[in-house]
């Protein structure tokens, strides 16, 4: 079974400075990719950054970068100098495998920005 | 252009009562998703379309949850003899052409409470 399991439920960082959310992930697949979504307060859920599975190098997008560890099935988020705007839900996620396209999320993690 | 909507914002129903949640998708985009996210959870999928078919149905929890696109465009998630346990933000993606690597643009969800 596809599982995603994200075992920080709350975190918090100061303005300015790095913190990490942490994924684990299980599949069969071997090859895949893997996302991380944003849900502000407002709800509308946002795409951060994606991975793909084949690929050894991380993705960077700005502010935020991924480790990706395939054997270990670890897929952490790594966001740089925190913005207040920062303050969401995050949740790791990657679609169930071969042509499904479910995408299973998990439980997420709720990061407060402080000033 | 304009993103994903969904209509209502919230709906409040009694127990017993027949629903029925509107997704508008992205123009252009062939691939359409509901998923549901009960309070302090990750979205859980519940049916994918692509064009007017129903590609992947496994997620309905049960045959009172049904979902139709008509027309490839938009949607309507129709809960008949709603429970109380249906409560929750249902929410609406779409992707381009429905490939797994593909984005999925989120509307602001429609609240569900059932009474």
Known sequence: AQTVTQSQPEMSVQEAETVTLSCTYDTSENNYYLFWYKQPPSRQMILVIRQ???KQQ??????FSVNFQKAAKSFSLKISDSQLGDTAMYFCAFPSGGNNNDM???AGTRLTVKP | GAGVSQTPSNKVTEKGKYVELRCDPISGHTALYWYRQSLGQGPEFLIY???T???DDSGLPNDRFFAVRPE???STLKIQRTERGDSAVYLCASSLGGRVEETQYFGPGTRLLVL
């Open chain 2, 49 to 51: 379309f692509q064009g």
């Open chain 1, 58 to 63: 991380n993705a960077t997008e700005n502010r």
């Open chain 2, 53 to 55: 078919g129903a590609a």
């Open chain 1, 104 to 106: 299973r999320f998990g």
């Open chain 1, 52 to 54: 793909e599975a084949y």
């Open chain 2, 72 to 74: 490839g465009s938009v």
